[in-house]
């Protein structure tokens, strides 16, 4: 890759770093222990990206991400991504990923379902603890079956999806006994 761009911004989950070509966002990187371990992850991962100010569509994107992560239901699937030395398989994994909307959850074997197998759930897996783009190919909106939260690689791991899922209102596991339900009309009754 070339010609590529980083900037840090402030969201209400802490500094995110996101990465930029002349294509799309190349990475979005969750808030590391402090901006400087976010400037450490950009330099790993893309060692070419500088620091600097981003262009208007970039500064969209953040402003969108800000926004989702503050509570907003933000639909991120309009911004441009550079997945540019993506194996095939993934890009058909966060392809599908990209069509669940905020406050919403598919399982592993439901995205290996859409993808004509769903005994693909174990690779799917893999391929989202791979993503580069993480808010954007949403993937802390998978979830392992019957609604179990499954693994997450971001910094914070599972903890860091719970909050995302609880931001943006997502439902998860099973209902419990006492749970309300949305077809209740009234609330339950206190003993």
């Known amino acids: 890759m070339i010609d590529l ?18 294509r799309g966002i ?8 402090s901006a400087r371990g976010t400037r450490g992850w ?38 441009a991504v550079d997945l540019d030395g993506i194996a095939a398989f993934d890009r058909r994994v966060y392809a599908v990923a990209r069509t669940i909307p905020p406050g919403g959850t598919l399982s592993y074997g439901e995205i290996a379902e859409q993808l004509g197998d769903r005994k693909l759930a174990r690779e799917v897996a893999e391929a989202l603890s791979r993503n580069p783009v993480p808010l954007i190919v949403p993937c802390h909106r998978v979830l392992a079956a ?43 009754p206190r003993s």
């Open 146 to 188: 019957g609604g179990k939260m499954g693994g997450f690689s971001a910094p914070g791991g599972v903890r860091t999806k719970l909050r995302l899922l609880s931001i943006e209102g997502a439902r998860y596991g099973e209902p419990t006994l006492f749970e309300r339900l949305p077809w209740m009309a009234a609330p339950l």
């Open 5 to 22: 761009g980083f900037h840090l911004f402030t969201t209400a989950i802490g500094e995110c770093g996101v990465v930029w070509s002349g």
């Open 26 to 33: 190349a990475g979005v990187q969750l808030p590391e222990k």
């Open 42 to 79: 950009i330099a790993r991962r893309f060692p070419d990206a500088r620091e600097t100010a981003p262009p208007p569509e970039i500064v969209r994107a953040v402003a969108d991400i800000v926004a989702l992560l503050a509570g907003e239901p933000k639909d991120l699937r309009s911004i």
